[in-house]
């Protein structure tokens, strides 16, 4: 079966306005999904990066309470590498969905009608 059979569902191999809706109807879901599962995505990023910053002095703290002296300094060492790299990481994040975020606005504002638009404006004179 082909993506246009799919589409076509009385089977009179015409694509017909109502069946344009349905499919439009789909991908809209579809996206509306997937940029919720992104926003899901980037909260979950957040939070974990949040809880690595917060928790990295506490795994110094721990390794010198155990005895770990070398450790501790070593962690300790690292702490400046690894604060700049996740402020890096969730800021180039945030920054190209911020950009992505304005581009889709730019899409959807540029005054196209979409195929139901057509369809309904077509119908309209009859």
Do not use: C, H
């Amino acid at each position: 079966m082909t993506e246009f059979d799919k589409a076509d569902k009385n089977g009179n191999g015409v694509i017909e306005p109502s069946e344009w809706e349905a499919l439009e109807l789909y991908n809209r879901r579809k996206e509306i999904d997937d940029a919720d599962k992104r926003r899901d995505s980037q909260r979950n990023m957040a939070w974990f990066s949040l809880l690595g910053l917060l928790l990295y002095p506490f795994a110094v703290l721990l390794a010198s309470a155990i005895g770990l002296d070398q450790a501790a300094e070593i962690i300790g060492a690292m702490a400046s590498i690894y604060f700049v790299s996740i402020a890096a990481l969730v800021g180039a994040f945030f920054g190209f969905s911020s950009m992505e975020s304005k581009s889709a606005t730019k899409k959807t504002s540029t005054g196209m009608t979409t195929s139901s638009e057509i369809s309904s404006e077509k119908f309209k004179g009859d």
